[in-house]
């Protein structure tokens, strides 16, 4: 009986252990540790606070993304990376050279608009993108030192998902 407890209970820690570095790994919001009648005054307080589920902002995100698919699926061979941001985020590339021609598409779904930054070295652009206009944004952008950063930015970050790619001018 001692052997069988003591294996439930290792099983039940890596149990445990697993879930805990899931949910730190995910950037969903932190869980809150109001009490339940906090919590109940706060959602009546006000509905447009209220922060969107994960599965909420993944979907935002894929819809950004769905508006990049067609310059993905055409530029294969030279793309550098692609993905979504957490906003406030940044993807950050140090393999790339300096003096490296490139080609930025970015895009973003949701209510609300986000500033996607690119910086290479002392090399620097900023693109504002209404997230409520079903469009792509790009620009042509010159790497100026052995790495590159992007960078999305919003005030309204709750209620945005974003895409972006990079790729290689050839």
Do not use: H, W
Not at 100 to 125: D, I, W, Y
Not at 131 to 143: A, R, S, V
Request: net charge negative; charged share 20%; aromatic share 2%.
């Amino acid at each position: 009986m001692d052997r069988f407890t003591r294996r439930t209970g290792s099983a039940l820690t890596a149990v445990a252990l697993i879930a805990g570095m899931a949910s730190a790994c995910s950037d969903a919001p932190p869980a809150s540790k109001a009490s339940q009648s906090e919590r109940v005054a706060s959602s009546t307080a006000a509905p447009t606070a209220q922060l969107p589920s994960q599965s909420g902002r993944e979907q935002l995100n894929e819809r950004a993304r769905d508006l990049l698919t067609d310059r993905l699926e055409s530029d294969e061979e030279g793309l550098l990376s692609s993905g979504s941001l957490a906003v406030p985020g940044q993807n950050l590339d140090e393999t790339i050279k300096s003096g490296t021609a490139l080609r930025v598409e970015v895009a973003c779904a949701g209510e609300g608009t986000v500033t996607f930054t690119v910086v290479s070295g002392a090399a620097r652009t900023a693109e504002r993108v209404d997230c409520t206009q079903p469009m792509t944004n790009g620009f042509d952008f010159t790497t100026a030192g052995p790495s590159l950063a992007i960078q999305a930015d919003s005030r309204d970050d709750n209620s945005v998902g974003t895409a972006y790619m990079v790729s290689r001018i050839s």
